[in-house]
């Protein structure tokens, strides 16, 4: 009796900081989630959402994303409409979820209750969680249903619960279908268990692991056969030749892989930021002396588990990028973060008692700078002012000027926000038809830029400039047409107005300067 | 309990992936070639002391992960013929009860044939009570070998007994080096082999729970009569270490007796043996415990005795010039000694970023970007690798500790090039205190002149990249020379010490104040007296 009054008490105070954790977490992902405009990527999901099921299929498979994620952003726009709050709730919500799933991953793995709670802290102001949980993309969905599979899989390896089993083929079914970087979390878990986790074994539970092994082949054929139908599609798109939306990817090159990690670590920051806190990294040397010396071999029995599943999901794209073909983008990488987390939270709970007192708050200051910086500074380069960019535009375009946005892509998160009247062209010239989009030619620019002008008397330029041709199609107008002015919204988000016609007296000026 | 029941780490090998070691052969080419491209070179002269400082880095970790390549087992060899051993236990002023507790051991070999004694030099240096030394010698029935005049220190302490005694083998301990009763019984049998000259076995130190100093100095031990030594079985490179060994007495007279001229008279001793084409060998087994140094003057000592006599071979007896040793041995040997070059290199790498903030001059033209590609997996994989080698048993004070001393071997370098005697004493009365400040006056020097360097680096450029990463340099060394300042005072007592000296001040002042108060306590206590007296 008094045994089980201490385990419901104990059991009171886990929901209560389970609790206080979600609120944390939700603070952060929900507070003024519509504050910044929809970023490029998030706007051409809505606008693939917005489409049928078939069209978002058939888009789908010729992009590098599934199609699990816009399909359900389909009915939820259906239901909740497309403002910006709405379709970010979606984002929002499964990264609320991922934390609370993740405290159960870090008590599988981390055993102590109270290590799962620092790791959950941990989880609920990551700032790289937060950015995704107020993105409307697939990475919060993605890191959950990972979330979901590692805990599953360790509990069903531990259990050998039919219900963890089905759980664990739900996690990998909707994973497959959320992204295709899924596939290195199903990867880690199979090397893990033909390279690390037999080697624990007892002779008695030997026979237990082939059950184990037995059972999770066949989790692994139904899963072939639940993505055998997109493996099908994928195939006759790729053999008919009728290109891709694909992005070109820069080789990357070791330098990616560390920047990955400060991400992971602390998000987004102005590039100011993140060259100061690269610079310390003769501290994180010192660091990693201590990571790897101070302290006795890691004994969790998932502990492999957690190392292979935070280095594979970087170095294997990394790999492959060098090799073979390019397709390292660290928001591909988030598969890793779940045990990247479990891993510095292992490190922060085992250092020495004063280097804990000196490093952890260190980290949290670390964590609370990035956070707020994340959200305030608008020097943040993956922040995209397409909102204030296509406002500014609606405003002060008349219907004799014209709006030319480069790249051509960017055509959506401006259909998003434009109410103006002046007639919106890209460069080069595309009307978001299927097929891949075209790049600017020096042979046909002038052409094209001769039927875009037309009779207008003035263009805005909307360029970003950290995409392939926005620059071209800037200095193409800067050396052949006056610039009247030039006007930034973030980073790389820029208006630029050039007299191409005759102008008209009141036309001179722009009204409204952002 | 048996020390064998709480050591039972350096009995076991734990092999590094052959892979992996190839792996990080690759990196560290990369590494190397990164470094040789001189396109990156800034200031001309800080460029090739830092090139310098990583060719020196690169040579000591190649030289590692060849050492641990292959490491052997050593299969334990019956006796056929228990041949007549002298027992020498060397003995220089230490108390009695240590020279006891040592002679016990050796009575308690479980060897029957064998001859103890005890070689005091006490008497040459006149040190108090040396002569119950001797009496203690004879009070167990060993030989005590005592000199009037200390020539050739505890070399010549050696072959003064070794004239005088004759079985074919010796077996030599310091005074506070106490051997397990097998000792003989797990060494005696590898002399089978003609060609042996000697055994050695690991140093333990019993009081390696003692402090951070004696714990580390354990760990650095640990290292070497683990994955290094044993490593060195492969090539016969082994050497001997002073202490816990059983030497053929033919080699020693082959070599003209123990080498005198060199404070590491062992490690010279073990070079002519390879000259003279002997094999060594390192049994890695615990069979006799030793005491640490436990403070930072015995520490220094030691560190600085070592250093001397290592580097001493690499300036005088150049192992890439001596004849009859193996290419594998000569590397072995340059190796070994020229670890106690790092003090020079760690001087240069501390120094270099306080240059840079000081005078706004960097030795490298390349951004952090480089550094992360070239130079995170050569450090990642060599602490790794380390890790790997000795089962995850190193810790971080070992190489703390070992960065900390860089200014002793620094004065072992001038000292050998200069041929002059460098000593550290250290008075009784600060022994007693625990007070060692003076000897880590290079380390607080250079805490104050970090911090003048990033104070003129921020307020001349503000935080740019290459002031935060020359400051956190600077960091990055404190922290490493950490490891000898906090021994070097007892700076825990410093509250007590302050909260003490107020209550003085205090109450002085109170005293001062209040006269009548005083006057009235003595009355009040005359009083006392006096109907005491009553």
């Given at each position: 009796m008094y045994k089980m009054k201490i385990r419901s008490k104990n059991n009171y105070n886990e929901y209560l900081m389970l609790i206080l954790l979600i609120t944390l977490a939700s603070f952060f992902r929900l507070w003024q989630i519509d504050s910044e405009s929809l970023r490029l990527d998030e706007a051409q999901s809505i606008w693939q959402a917005s489409h049928t099921f078939t069209f978002i299929k058939t888009h789908m498979v010729q992009n590098v994303h599934l199609p699990l994620h816009n399909s359900i952003l389909h009915i939820w726009q259906k239901y909740f409409g497309t403002s910006e709050s709405s379709v970010r709730l979606m984002s929002a919500i499964p990264g609320i979820l991922t934390v609370v799933v993740f405290y159960f991953l870090a008590k599988e793995v981390l055993i102590k209750p109270k290590y799962a709670f620092f790791a959950t802290f941990l989880a609920a102001v990551s700032p790289f969680w937060v950015w995704y949980s107020r993105e409307i993309r697939m990475y919060t969905l993605l890191t959950l249903v990972t979330v979901c599979s590692y805990l599953f899989f360790i509990r069903f390896i531990k259990r050998m619960n039919t219900f963890d089993a089905i759980l664990y083929f739900v996690a990998n079914a909707v994973g497959v279908y959320t992204h295709y970087f899924f596939l290195l979390v199903i990867a880690v878990q199979v090397i893990f268990l033909l390279f690390f986790w037999h080697k624990n074994l007892t002779p008695q539970s030997k026979a237990a692991f082939h059950k184990v092994l037995y059972a999770l082949m066949s989790i692994g054929a139904f899963l072939y056969i639940v993505l055998l139908p997109w493996l099908h599609l994928f195939y006759l798109e790729h053999n008919s030749q009728s290109g891709t939306f694909a992005p070109?990817?820069?080789?990357?090159?070791?330098?990616?892989?560390?920047?990955?990690?400060?991400?992971?670590?602390?998000?987004?920051?102005?590039?100011?930021?993140?060259?100061?806190?690269?610079?310390?990294?003769?501290?994180?040397?010192?660091?990693?002396?201590?990571?790897?010396?101070?302290?006795?071999?890691?004994?969790?029995?998932?502990?492999?588990?957690?190392?292979?599943?935070?280095?594979?999901?970087?170095?294997?794209?990394?790999?492959?990028?060098?090799?073979?073909?390019?397709?390292?983008?660290?928001?591909?990488?988030?598969?890793?973060?779940?045990?990247?987390?479990?891993?510095?939270?292992?490190?922060?709970?085992?250092?020495?008692?004063?280097?804990?007192?000196?490093?952890?708050?260190?980290?949290?200051?670390?964590?609370?700078?990035?956070?707020?910086?994340?959200?305030?500074?608008?020097?943040?380069?993956?922040?995209?002012?397409?909102?204030?960019?296509?406002?500014?535009?609606?405003?002060?375009?008349?219907?004799?000027?014209?709006?030319?946005?480069?790249?051509?892509?960017?055509?959506?998160?401006i259909y998003y926000y434009y109410t103006g009247l002046a007639k919106v062209r890209t460069l080069p010239l595309w009307t978001m038809e299927p097929g891949p989009i075209p790049h600017i030619q020096d042979a046909t620019l002038e052409q094209d830029f001769t039927r875009i002008k037309a009779n207008h008397q003035r263009v805005f330029l909307v360029a970003t400039l950290n995409l392939e041709d926005s620059q071209k199609a800037k200095d193409y107008l800067d050396s052949n047409y006056k610039k009247?002015?030039?006007?930034?919204?973030?980073?790389?988000?820029?208006v630029y107005v050039y007299q191409v016609g005759y102008p008209a007296k009141d036309t001179y000026i722009v009204t409204s300067v952002p | 309990m048996s020390i064998k029941e709480h050591t039972p780490v350096i009995h076991n090998r734990y092999s590094v992936s052959r892979l992996l070691i190839l792996f990080y052969g690759f990196v560290v080419l990369v590494y190397t070639m990164w470094w040789l491209n001189i396109t990156n070179a800034g200031n001309p002269v800080l460029y090739v002391l830092l090139l310098l400082g990583e060719i020196y880095h690169v040579w000591q970790a190649l030289g590692y992960v060849y050492t641990i390549w292959n490491q052997q087992d050593v299969p334990k060899q019956s006796i056929e013929h228990y041949y007549p051993v002298d027992i020498f236990i060397t003995v220089c002023g230490e108390p009695v009860e240590v020279v006891e507790k040592t002679l016990k051991a050796v009575f308690a070999m479980d060897y029957p044939n064998k001859q103890v004694y005890i070689l005091n030099d006490g008497r040459g240096r006149n040190a108090p009570g040396w002569?119950?030394?001797?009496?203690?010698?004879?009070?167990?029935?060993?030989?005590?070998?005592?000199?009037?005049?200390?020539?050739?220190?505890?070399?010549?302490?050696?072959?003064?007994?070794?004239?005088?005694?004759?079985?074919?083998f010796v077996a030599i301990f310091d005074a506070d080096h106490a051997p397990e009763p097998d000792f003989l019984t797990e060494t005696m049998g590898f002399f089978k082999d003609d060609n042996l000259a000697l055994v050695q076995t690991p140093q333990y130190y019993e009081n390696k729970d003692q402090n951070f100093l004696t714990r580390s100095a354990w760990e650095q031990q640990e290292l070497f009569f683990g994955p290094i030594c044993r490593g060195k079985n492969r090539v016969n490179a082994t050497f001997w270490c002073g202490t816990n060994a059983v030497v053929r007495r033919k080699t020693l007279e082959q070599i003209g007796g123990v080498p005198e001229n060199n404070i590491a008279e062992d490690f010279l001793g073990s070079l002519f043996f390879h000259q003279h084409g002997w094999k060594t060998l390192y049994v890695p087994k615990v069979l006799a415990k030793g005491l640490a140094p436990h403070d930072l003057g015995n520490y220094i000592n030691q560190q600085y005795r070592w250093a001397r006599g290592s580097l001493e071979v690499i300036f005088k007896y150049n192992p890439l010039f001596k004849k009859g040793l193996t290419w594998a041995q000569k590397l072995q040997y340059l190796y070994s000694s020229g670890y106690y070059l790092n003090g020079i290199i760690i001087l240069i790498d501390a120094l270099i970023?306080?240059?840079?903030?000081?005078?706004?001059?960097?030795?490298?033209?390349?951004?952090?970007?480089?550094?992360?590609?070239?130079?995170?997996?050569?450090?990642?994989?060599?602490?790794?690798?380390?890790?790997?080698?000795?089962?995850?048993?190193?810790?971080?004070?070992?190489?703390?500790?070992?960065?900390?001393?860089?200014?002793?071997?620094?004065?072992?370098?001038?000292s050998t090039i200069l041929g002059r005697k460098v000593s550290f004493k250290v008075t009784s009365k600060s022994q007693e205190g625990g007070n060692f400040l003076k000897l880590v006056i290079p380390h607080l020097v250079y805490v104050g002149l970090?911090?003048?360097?990033?104070?003129?680096?921020?307020?001349?450029?503000?935080?740019?990249?290459?002031?935060?990463?020359?400051?956190?340099?600077?960091?990055?060394?404190?922290?490493?020379?950490?490891?000898?300042?906090?021994?070097?005072?007892?700076?825990?007592?410093?509250?007590?010490?302050?909260?003490?000296?107020?209550?003085?001040?205090?109450?002085?002042y109170f005293r001062s104040k209040v006269p009548q108060v005083d006057q009235a306590a003595s009355e009040v206590y005359v009083q006392d007296e006096n109907q005491i007296e009553e």
């Open positions: 070109n990817l820069a080789r990357p090159n070791g330098f990616n892989v560390f920047l990955s990690l400060f991400e992971f670590t602390f998000g987004y920051q102005p590039e100011g930021v993140t060259t100061a806190l690269l610079a310390l990294w003769p501290l994180v040397t010192l660091l990693s002396f201590i990571f790897l010396i101070k302290r006795p071999k890691p004994h969790l029995p998932f502990m492999s588990l957690v190392i292979i599943g935070a280095i594979i999901p970087v170095i294997g794209p990394f790999l492959v990028s060098v090799f073979v073909k390019p397709i390292y983008l660290t928001r591909y990488l988030i598969t890793a973060t779940p045990f990247y987390l479990l891993l510095i939270s292992w490190f922060l709970l085992n250092l020495g008692k004063k280097a804990r007192a000196i490093i952890i708050p260190l980290y949290f200051v670390l964590i609370g700078f990035s956070l707020f910086n994340q959200f305030e500074s608008s020097e943040v380069p993956t922040k995209e002012n397409y909102r204030g960019a296509a406002v500014f535009v609606s405003k002060n375009a008349t219907p004799r000027d014209v709006v030319v946005l480069s790249p051509p892509y960017t055509l959506y998160p009247l002015a030039s006007y930034q919204f973030s980073k790389f988000i820029w | 002569q119950d030394v001797d009496n203690l010698a004879l009070r167990y029935g060993a030989t005590p070998i005592t000199r009037e005049k200390n020539v050739g220190a505890k070399a010549g302490n050696i072959n003064n007994a070794l004239r005088q005694t004759t079985s074919p970023p306080l240059f840079a903030l000081t005078f706004n001059v960097l030795p490298v033209k390349a951004g952090t970007q480089n550094y992360m590609i070239y130079f995170f997996p050569f450090i990642f994989l060599t602490i790794y690798i380390l890790l790997l080698s000795t089962n995850f048993q190193i810790t971080f004070n070992a190489i703390q500790l070992s960065m900390s001393s860089f200014f002793v071997f620094c004065m072992a370098v001038l970090s911090v003048i360097a990033i104070a003129i680096g921020i307020n001349r450029n503000g935080f740019v990249p290459s002031v935060i990463t020359n400051s956190s340099w600077a960091l990055f060394n404190i922290f490493f020379f950490w490891g000898f300042i906090r021994v070097a005072y007892p700076w825990a007592t410093i509250p007590a010490r302050v909260a003490y000296f107020i209550s003085e001040q205090a109450y002085s």
